[in-house]
């Protein structure tokens, strides 16, 4: 099985497709044929990754490498290709497994939607894309993908098509991920044009391998930041990040698998699979592309966790959260921790899609309800949801020893603290740590503790279908621990092709007593702040955040999402629209005047020939023909018939020769 | 197999003939029928076609006006049968898109009979002909059959290409005093060594540059567009979006391309500026249009824009290498054929709106998917072919043109993704007013798509897709054509 | 008082003098005619007159153009009679300020 299915990679994305295309077909009342078909197509896609992934298992720096010709143009072929290396192989396993999860969670979160057949055929679509994207071996099929999941995302965010805000975020979502995409798509251009071939490994010629980065030379740098856009846009990282926030428009669901787990982990993903572009030429593990990347990464890591505090939205709170891990795991690769960076990921993957899952059985719970101000007491009324979510915000801060979290952001803040470049992004991140612990500890008490609100007095615990998944989701953040300890690193050197040794010694590092220290402060400081933030306290007003009593200026900052969206709608959004205004107000009246003018000069030089024409030689012939006429008439007058008159001037003519001879005689 | 060429030519025209012997209720039918031939004659001129063969096939010469150089020649390379199949695929699709009388589809059978006659001539005067025949259908379409403002725009329209194909024809006449040939072979050979010289090169070179620019149409000279566009019946839009600014592609290649070579390198940069222009100025435009058919109408300059983009790229350089020179053409022909079914289907799609609801602004709807998911759907495959998704057919030729002029222009290819980005804003406008939000109550009576409408855009669709995931059958036609082409401009 | 040529010539102008009166002042087309003839036998006169008083190297030359003229004039004279009798038949008059049908 592991052997048939390397030279069949092509059937894990392809299987979900097809069953996408058999949900597409099923009329629009068929549920539970829908599901079956979803969960089943999802099933298998998980079995042939996990069989891939031990296939990769066998050898150290296994890759296998499946390339075949797309299409040939000219006398030249544009192939494409399939790649399965520890790297894919990771991805494979944990997109599938926390999709398998969300799958079984959507069946029960959107039971009563009336397009239930289209929620599953549109998931099973990103599915299909999402693990085409991650075992590309071509940097052109890896953007097919990349572009199709971006399809989905839009499709998904505006699901619900008849609320017009969740149209607006999809828009919004497609169009500035686009944004990014474009430089992605210059950069592979740039790339093709370099080294003549996009795929990554091809026997030595890939552009991934030594002779292709040969060819690539100095242009590299330019290479990598133009596809850093695209992660940038993807990835919601500073200054493409305000898509995210509002794609929270589309289902819990959605945003658990696609805006938290998966798609938006691509950017991250991207940058591993080049990470030969980005360091080349490397002077001690800097380049100057790398350092872009890790300032972008801890801009948006710290931006993200300030803006993540003042948020009342759970969904919201959460999709900060993820913008700023995502910042997190930028940081982790610029800084040369490719590994810890996808660590990180994986371990995100899980551990985020428990919460947004948590977040929504939390919503399902309280009808429909998303302001965390409006709930509170949910612990004794969902426990199942409590203490699964507890975990995943545990893993979230970073608690260390038990959460998987905690192992991969302590590898983050190791090899940040060792970037040779400069010490301040680890000042940064370790502040990161504590503003996450603080609002994931704010949330959990808005939500959880305290006494029940307006929206969380009739709540109830969800059904077994969605607690089910967020009990797997759990025990994978915690499972999840065994392979990332610095005591058996099994992970790290899987990805970085090392054996591992199991060592317990190496288990306890400086690094853990540093972040218990941080997330302890976040965590107190979140105590001591929100303790009782749902109840009136003095002077406070039950309904009003202690931030905001305290600090009004500041939480008025940050829950404005530090006006980056009306700076962008007042200037880059405002100045395209007048661009658009004026191309068409140019087109109108000045290039259609500007032709017609051409064509008025034509007219004017008519009229001029036509005046010159009639009045000029047309008048001259016709004044001609008149004279000639009335000379005639004189002429005429002359012959009156009369012989006698006649005569008379022939005598008088003769006399008057005569006498002019006689003169001149 | 000699003579199907000219019966491609003839079938349309006698079709048209044929109509006044039916009777009037029949007319569209008969139409149809007469379609069908020509695309089985079109499909066995793609059996016999060898496409390991570059230069032109199946050749029909006859002597016509020897005095004048003048021959009837014919025949076919892998663009012209590329065109030819196109042709045969479009006119059907728009007989498919609204009622018609009698008169309007023998007009629409001798325009027809003019496209194959344009894109199978190889001697300039026979070419000439054929070209200025397409003309004049076109005219009485929109005159006649018009919407609003019909009479102006016709007007427009007639002018503005007359106009340019009067200067085309003086430029030609320029070559032919010079050269003594109108025959397109014969004058591409000369052309390498630069055809003519001096001040008659250029004069010459304008005037046949201006001719087509109009017809493709390129910025600045596009204005008549979205009028003629509007005001044509939802068909006529459909052929003169997808086959009749394909002539003025087709003329770049066949003509310009070839017999200009030093003059567009000279000028090279500010052609591609123009190019520049058409990609980023008209979906700008676009974007700021409430009317449907005019959106769409600026969005077919952009999408030619980007083939101007690829020939200029071609053109203006003497160093590009192989594989970037046949990326380039290669794109340009896939887009040529690709922008010719969506553009066609986009229009469709807006007739059958308009057809629905009597307007096509885009305030006049809203939230049809909660009505006509199918309509919506197939609208939405046709929308994301046009803004270049990958998996449709819009990708791969941008892709390619991309890629080809990235590598010989660089700094013109990175503004012109530009185009890119605002085709897609313009698109996703449009499908957020259109299909989501509340359902508008102008629109709470739309019928989903018709079986028979399905039987119309369905196959175009499942086209769009194969193209956009397996285009090896579109590059077989004309892959020999472009190794071909290549090697004469680089 | 000896026959002078003087004379035969001063004798012969008068008699043109009246017959071009006639010729332009009678209304009647017969007097015109008559005006005419009288014209020519001035001219006839003419000749006799310088034939005689001439060198006279070839004697009958004089008399015979006079004869000739004659000759002529009485042809001219039949010619013209019958015109003026045609006209007559025709127009009922004689009047030749009523004969301008050739007038421009």
Not at chain 1, 459 to 471: D, F, G, W, Y
Request: with cysteine; proline share 4%.
């Amino acid at each position: 099985m592991s052997c048939w299915i390397i030279d069949h990679l092509w059937l894990i994305p392809a299987v979900p497709f097809a069953a996408s295309l058999v949900i597409l077909s099923l009329p629009n009342g068929r549920h539970k044929s829908a599901a079956l078909v979803a969960v089943a197509g999802q099933i298998a896609a998980l079995v042939m990754s996990f069989f891939a992934f031990l296939a990769t298992l066998q050898v150290s720096g296994f890759r296998a490498v499946q390339n075949f010709t797309w299409f040939t143009f000219g006398d030249h072929a544009l192939r494409l290709g399939w790649l399965l290396d520890p790297l894919a192989a990771a991805m494979l396993t944990m997109i599938t497994l926390v999709g398998l999860c969300i799958f079984v969670f959507s069946i029960g979160y959107m039971a009563g939607d009336k397009n239930f057949v289209r929620f599953f055929a549109y998931l099973l679509f990103f599915s299909g894309a999402m693990l085409g994207l991650v075992i590309s071996n071509s940097l052109l099929l890896l953007f097919i993908c990349w572009e199709l999941v971006g399809l989905a995302s839009y499709l998904l965010i505006g699901f619900w098509i008849e609320r017009p805000s969740a149209a607006a975020a999809a828009k919004k979502a497609f169009i500035t991920t686009r944004i990014g995409d474009l430089g992605f798509f210059l950069g592979l251009l740039w790339l093709y044009g370099r080294s003549g071939t996009l795929l990554f490994y091809d026997g030595g010629n890939g552009c991934l391998e030594s002779a292709g980065l040969a060819m690539l030379g100095a242009s590299a740098v330019s290479v990598a930041l133009l596809i850093f856009c695209g992660a940038v846009g993807k990835s919601g990282q500073f200054p493409l990040h305000v898509w995210l926030p509002d794609a929270m428009e589309g289902p819990t669901p959605v945003s658990a698998l696609i805006h938290a787990a998966t798609m938006v982990a691509a950017g991250v993903f991207l940058v591993a699979r080049v990470y030969p572009i980005f360091s080349l030429g490397a002077i001690d593990g800097v380049t100057s592309s790398l350092t872009v990347v890790v300032w972008i990464g801890v801009i948006t890591a710290l931006m993200a966790a300030l803006i993540a505090i003042a948020q009342a939205d759970i969904k919201r709170i959460l999709a900060y959260s993820t913008v700023s891990q995502l910042g997190l795991m930028m940081v982790s690769l610029g800084v040369g921790g490719v590994a810890a960076g996808m660590m990180h990921l994986l371990a995100h993957g899980f551990f985020k899609a428990l919460l947004f899952l948590g977040a929504g059985s939390v919503i399902h719970g309280c009808h429909g309800e998303q302001d965390i101000r409006k709930m509170g007491g949910l612990r004794r009324l969902m426990p199942a949801t409590f203490a699964t979510y507890a975990i995943g915000m545990m893993a979230l801060s970073g608690v260390p020893l038990f959460f998987s979290g905690g192992w991969t952001k302590e590898e983050i803040l190791h090899v940040t603290a060792h970037w040779p470049a400069s010490r301040l992004p680890y000042y940064f991140l370790l502040a990161g740590v504590v503003l996450t612990a603080l609002y994931m500890t704010r949330q959990i008490i808005y939500v959880f503790f305290g006494d029940g609100r307006a929206a969380s007095q009739h709540a109830h615990e969800s059904p077994r279908v969605m607690t089910m998944p967020l009990i797997v989701l759990a025990s994978c953040a915690i499972l999840f621990s065994v392979v990332l300890t610095p005591a058996w690193p099994w992970l790290h050197h899987y990805l970085t092709d090392e054996p591992a040794h199991f060592e317990f010694a190496r288990l306890i590092q400086p690094t853990l007593f540093l972040s218990l220290v941080l997330v302890g402060a976040g965590v107190a400081l979140g105590i001591g702040m929100y303790r009782k933030a749902g109840a009136q306290d003095r002077q406070r007003p039950a309904d009003t955040d202690p931030l905001e009593f305290a600090q009004p200026e500041l939480f008025r900052f940050l829950e404005n999402k530090m006006w980056i969206d009306e700076f962008y709608t007042r200037t880059v959004i405002a100045f395209s629209w007048m661009s658009a205004r004026l191309s068409d107000w140019m087109d109108r009246h000045f290039w259609d005047r500007l032709v017609r003018g051409f064509g008025a000069v034509g007219q004017l030089f008519g009229t001029f020939t036509t005046t010159v024409d009639e009045r000029g030689i047309n008048a001259g012939v016709d004044e001609t023909t008149v004279g000639t006429r009335a000379l005639g008439r004189l002429m005429a007058a002359a012959h009156s018939g009369q012989i006698q008159t006649y005569l008379a001037v022939i005598a008088i003519g003769v006399l008057a020769l005569l006498l002019f001879y006689a003169w001149l005689a | 197999m000699v003579g199907l060429i000219s019966a491609l030519i003839l079938i349309p025209l006698v079709g048209a003939l044929a109509l006044f012997a039916a009777p009037e209720k029949n007319a569209r039918s008969t139409a149809l029928l007469v379609n069908a031939l020509a695309a089985l004659d079109a499909l066995v001129l793609w059996r016999h076609f060898d496409i390991g063969a570059a230069g032109i096939q199946l050749v029909e010469r006859h002597a016509w006006i020897p005095a004048i150089g003048a021959e009837y020649l014919v025949g076919i390379d892998g663009l012209s049968l590329l065109l030819v199949l196109l042709t045969s695929l479009i006119i059907p699709f728009a007989f498919l898109a609204q009622r018609m009388d009698r008169g309007f589809c023998a007009l629409m059978l001798i325009m027809q009979s003019a496209l194959y006659g344009t894109f199978t001539a190889q001697n300039f005067v026979l070419w000439f002909l054929f070209y200025e025949m397409s003309l004049i259908p076109a005219f009485l379409l929109i005159k006649i059959c018009g919407g609003e403002n019909r009479d102006r725009a016709a007007m427009k329209f007639f002018l503005y290409t007359f106009l340019g194909s009067v200067a085309m024809l003086l430029g030609f006449l320029g070559i032919y005093l010079a050269r003594g040939s109108f025959d397109f072979a014969t004058l591409a050979g000369l052309g390498k060594n630069g055809l003519l010289t001096g001040k008659l090169a250029w004069l010459a070179f304008a005037g046949i540059f201006l001719g087509l620019a109009v017809k493709v149409p390129l910025f600045p000279f596009h204005t008549w567009l979205p009028d003629a566009y509007e005001s044509a019946p939802t068909g006529v839009s459909m052929v003169l979006t997808g086959l009749l600014s394909k002539m003025g592609v087709y003329g770049f290649v066949r003509l310009l391309l070839p017999l200009f070579p030093n003059e567009i390198r000279i000028i090279g940069p500010w052609l591609l500026a123009l190019a520049i222009s058409s990609i980023v100025f008209a979906p700008l435009a676009a974007w700021a249009q409430s009317d449907l058919k005019r959106m769409v109408a600026y969005l077919s300059v952009n999408h030619l824009g980007y083939c101007m983009l690829g020939l200029f790229a071609v053109g203006a350089s003497s160093v590009g290498a192989a594989i970037d020179t046949q990326a380039a053409l290669s794109g340009v022909f896939t887009q040529i054929f690709n922008h010719g079914i969506t553009a066609a289907a986009l229009f469709y799609l807006v007739g059958l709106l308009e057809q629905r609801r009597g307007l096509r602004g885009i305030d006049d709807f809203g939230g049809l998917m909660q009505r006509t998911p199918l309509l919506c759907g197939w609208m939405s495959v046709a929308m994301f072919s046009s803004l270049g998704l990958p998996g449709l057919n819009g990708f791969i030729g941008e892709f390619l043109i991309f890629k080809g002029s990235f590598a010989i222009a660089a700094s013109f290819t990175a503004i012109a993704v530009i185009g890119l980005l605002v085709t897609a804003i313009v698109f996703v406008r449009a499908m957020q007013a259109l299909f989501s939000g509340p359902l508008a109550e102008s629109c709470s009576a739309f019928s989903d798509l018709l079986p028979r409408e399905q039987a119309a855009i369905i196959p175009v669709t499942l086209l769009m897709f194969a193209i956009g995931l397996a285009p090896q059958f579109i590059f077989n036609i004309f892959n020999a054509t472009v190794v071909q082409m290549a090697r004469l401009f680089s | 008082m000896t026959p002078t040529l003087q004379v035969f010539l001063i004798v012969s102008a008068a008699l043109f003098s009246a017959g071009l009166l006639a010729a332009l002042s009678r209304r009647h087309a017969i007097f015109i005619l008559i005006g005419i003839e009288m014209m020519l036998a001035a001219a006839n006169l003419n000749f006799i007159a310088f034939w005689r008083f001439g060198p006279q190297s070839q004697p009958p030359t004089g008399v015979m153009i006079a004869i000739f003229s004659i000759a002529i004039a009485a042809a001219e004279a039949a010619v013209g009679l019958a015109l003026v009798i045609a006209v007559y038949l025709h127009y009922r008059t004689t009047n030749v300020d009523h004969l301008d049908q050739l007038k421009g």
